[in-house]
Nanobody, 122 residues
Framework: QVQLVGSGGGLVQAGGSLRLSCAASGRSFSTYTMGWFRQAPGKEREFVAAISWSGGSTFHTDSVKGRFAISRDNAKNTVYLQMNSLKPEDTAVYYC???????????????WGQGTQVTVSS
């Protein structure tokens, strides 16, 4: 089992940047596929990005391609989401998640962090 703690959210103006972090505790972090999801008020949860256990394969949803980048540091048990050129529509609670299976396009995750708020002002 793995416990996830997300951080790094905040208030930023449109065009700005934030980097979210998700620290994992428990064994075998390096064997998990890691992902980021977000949920805006009144909307369904959206799958944003994912990264394979080795970091060699990534997925980014179309709306964030070229602006967001997922990465991981297995030595630090941490996954990151670098968010650049932020837009008001990126405003949401962002959740990190972990899954034991392979494949960066699957949306079936086993473990979830508590969420961190990102607010982008226009």
């Amino acid at each position: 089992q793995v416990q996830l703690v997300g951080s790094g959210g905040g208030l930023v103006q449109a065009g700005g940047s934030l980097r979210l972090s998700c620290a994992a505790s428990g064994r075998s972090f390096s064997t998990y596929t890691m992902g980021w999801f977000r949920q805006a008020p009144g909307k369904e949860r959206e799958f944003v990005a994912a990264i394979s256990w080795s970091g060699g394969s990534t997925f980014h949803t179309d709306s964030v391609k070229g602006r967001f980048a997922i990465s991981r540091d297995n030595a630090k048990n941490t996954v990151y989401l670098q968010m650049n050129s932020l837009k008001p529509e990126d405003t949401a609670v962002y959740y990190c998640a972990a899954r034991q299976g392979a494949g960066v396009t699957s949306r079936a995750y086993d473990y979830w962090g508590q969420g961190t708020q990102v607010t982008v002002s226009s």
